[in-house]
T-cell receptor, first 111, second 112 residues
């Protein structure tokens, strides 16, 4: 089983749609959770951290369920500029293991 | 801009050659991690340096090696290049391995 697994893509949605990405992780000792965004041929950039209480940043909402080892990202009112690959990321449980990335899910928003 | 810079941005090497990639970390960050991202995949952890010492390593062979310097900049060295080493190599700096990581723009290595 992969350490971080994401929904297979791509997701093709019209502008204004709501889209949800799901992710599961295998190591229950993992401590920190993130969603990164990566544009084509660019470096990953932190979109938001994910907390057990859930957190929202504008049109983006992230949720963490530790019991199910499940992370989600909801994007409301999709914009053309949201088109990118979204990477689910978990901090390694052991010191020095850095970040563990999922394969990524590609979102394409069309007009 | 993250303040993390990598050089070169693009590189073409021949199979069997050696390559050195460089990373300047964000000011004040003492931890540098290196990742390999093959086409269509998520970044894979290579290793991490904290205050000039390697303190974690992913599932990469010994021909992948690195250094961190007193100013916390870092190098990634790859010996005996193979075609499968073609990828985007990303450097990320942070203050400790639990803090938010900031990525450089990456070095795109092509091995022919």
């Amino acid at each position: 089983r992969k350490e971080v697994e994401q929904d297979p893509g791509p997701f093709n949605v019209p502008e204004g749609a709501t889209v949800a990405f799901n992710c599961t992780y295998s190591n229950s000792a993992s401590q920190s959770f993130f969603w990164y965004r990566q544009d084509c041929r660019k470096e990953p950039k932190l979109l938001m951290s994910v907390y057990s209480s859930g957190n929202e940043d504008g049109r983006f909402t992230a949720q963490l369920n530790r019991a199910s080892q499940y992370i989600s990202l909801l994007i409301r009112d999709s914009k053309l500029s949201d088109s990118a690959t979204y990477l689910c990321v978990v901090n390694g449980a052991q010191a020095g293991t850095a970040l563990i990335f999922g394969k990524g899910t590609t979102l394409s928003v069309s007009s | 801009e993250t303040g993390v810079t990598q050089s070169p941005t693009h590189l073409i090497k021949t199979r069997g050659q050696q390559v050195t990639l460089r990373c300047s970390s964000q000011s004040g960050h003492n931890t540098v991690s290196w990742y390999q991202q093959a086409l269509g995949q998520g970044p894979q952890f290579i290793f991490q340096y904290y205050r000039e010492e390697e303190n974690g390593r992913g599932n990469f062979p010994p021909r992948f090696s690195g250094l961190q310097f007193p100013n916390y900049s870092s190098e990634l060295n790859v010996n005996a290049l193979e075609l499968d080493d073609s990828a985007l190599y990303l450097c990320a700096s942070s203050l400790g391995d639990r803090d938010q990581a900031f990525f450089g723009q990456g070095t795109r290595l092509t091995v022919v």
